[in-house]
């Protein structure tokens, strides 16, 4: 099995613990923020600690409908948490599965770093094009943007 690894980071203004409670409440409001990416995200077992299986379903800006995860890690201590993709057309027909690991680092200014990898698992020696690892990291980016915007907006929250 082929393994693509891809990574990048962001700094922002705003402190890791509050983008650390924002992705921890990422099935309320990444489809409020990001409606083109996000229709829902359910969960359909679990509590939204680790252990728990989540459905998603993409909006229109995307090109695939569904997915379904499960959350591994959720590090309060480190402002970080894993989940992998598991199933659906998000997989492209390409990969078993997805691993991402997002950790926000606090930084001497009072911001953080937003630093996602994901662990491509292809299916045998399957390569993932250029275009579909920039795809993800574009869509991670915009996700980002967005919620650092609706924080700012919001600052009350989270």
Request: proline fraction near 6%.
């Amino acid at each position: 099995m082929a393994v693509i690894t891809s990574e990048f980071e962001i700094a922002s203004s705003l402190p890791a613990s509050k983008f650390f409670n924002a992705y921890r409440d990422f099935n309320n409001i990444a489809p409020k923020v990001d409606p083109e990416t996000y229709k829902t995200l359910v969960d359909i077992e679990g509590d939204g600690g680790a252990g728990t299986i989540r459905d998603i379903s993409f909006g229109d800006g995307v090109p695939f409908t569904n997915g379904k995860l499960k959350l591994d890690v959720v590090d309060s201590n480190n402002f970080s948490i894993i989940y992998t993709i598991f199933e659906g057309d998000i997989l492209m027909g390409q990969l078993d599965s997805m691993t991402h690991h997002v950790k926000f680092i606090p930084s001497p200014d009072g911001g953080c770093v937003y630093k996602p990898t994901v662990v491509y698992n292809c299916k045998g020696e399957t390569q993932l094009p250029e275009e579909a690892l920039n795809m993800v990291k574009e869509g991670f980016k915009k996700t980002f943007n967005v919620i650092e915007g609706f924080i700012h907006a919001n600052p009350q929250t989270y």
